[in-house]
């Protein structure tokens, strides 16, 4: 059986692998035009997933991966609403701009809130990162909530995010959720339908991240 | 646009969805015989995923769900070759029955023999994890050499693993590395082909511990 293993450096399977990402990408249905820069993150959606769905359903605001990358180098932070996401991020080449990492799903305030206004934790995470100083890039892999939670803020105008990574998982309010980011002119890329996660939130991240020199 | 979100309350989310996810996959084709405990395994990694795929991947060695549910009760510690998977595992519930997650991933150690010997870090993660005294379950949600490590292990006797969960993602050597924990003989938990991931590893090691009382 370990015969069916070929042995790959571990430095080159990456490229092995983004490599059979790009070969089978062409033989895909769909209209495929990306920026370089937004390939990446198509690429790296899939590498993280294994699900080519993404290439259909990764959406781009206009400019919105070129806006990130700007606000990356200029040391913008990322709020997430799951710990998990957090892990994934490669908060090291964030911090090498001045960016940090920020979940505050722990915050024994935060579940105390989100109890008492009868709300989810994942939006009150959200008003949370609202208060963080400077530039702010909010990247959602769990909570539709956490993007309504979002829209209401930029509705009434109390937030203007820099930038939204819309990508929660699920089956309820999920798509619509996602629509609404899509409709609010803030930058976004958002996956549309039910497909994301907290995987596709640190992937999504990390492309940007990993462009910026 | 905010007419068309529904207001559930926040504690029945989760089982909005999962009736939802049990609703479709009714229509979904296949022949679906799961146990009760391994339903709630599948519906666990659908409901991470939004991914229906699941229901046709998933493989379950005769009993290992059982066996898995009799090993956290006693006490079996995960191992995890993903900080991500490490973080979304619910470790408050995990503990209540004496186990804890490992991963190795970080320990500066590892980076150093791995460099050393050519191979990955979770390669060697998972020697780490063989050291750890007590009943052991193996998550792998990320690389396939780290099960491809367990099965040389397990080959040369150094290792039995009470359990492995098999959901590396991936397109090198990712569906073969599989294929060999299905054929080893231990009670195993295996996303076939490409897909799965950290947040798959971490759903299932869930789907497991919440099904302990």
């Known amino acids: 059986m370990l015969e069916k293993i070929q042995f790959v ?14 070969e089978e990408l062409k033989s895909k249905p769909g209209n495929h035009i990306w920026s370089p820069e937004e390939y990446a993150v198509v690429r790296r959606c899939i590498h993280t997933s294994a699900d080519f769905d993404y290439a259909e359903q990764l959406y781009f605001s206009e400019g919105a991966v070129e806006t990130a990358l700007k606000l990356i180098k200029e040391g913008a932070h990322i709020v997430t609403d799951t710990k998990m996401a957090a892990s994934g991020i490669n908060k090291k080449r964030l911090a090498a701009f001045g960016g940090q990492v920020h979940c505050f799903m722990d915050d024994p305030q935060v579940a105390a809130q989100a109890k008492e206004r009868g709300i989810t934790r994942s939006a009150v995470c959200m008003e ?11 990247a959602v892999g769990n909570a539709p909530t956490a993007l309504i939670r979002l829209y209401e803020m930029i509705r009434e105008g109390t937030l203007i995010p820099d930038l939204i990574i819309g990508v929660p998982v699920g089956f309820v309010n999920v798509v619509e959720s996602k629509e609404l980011i899509i409709q609010s002119n803030v930058p976004c890329i958002v996956a549309r ?13 990390n492309a940007l991240i990993y462009q910026c020199n």
Chains 1, 2 share one sequence.
């Open 193 to 205: 339908g039910r497909k994301g996660g907290s995987n596709i939130a640190a992937a999504i991240a």
């Open 128 to 138: 949370q990162g609202a208060k963080i100083p400077g530039k702010k890039i909010f």
């Open 9 to 22: 450096k571990p430095e080159e399977i990456e490229a092995r692998s983004m490599a059979i990402i790009e």
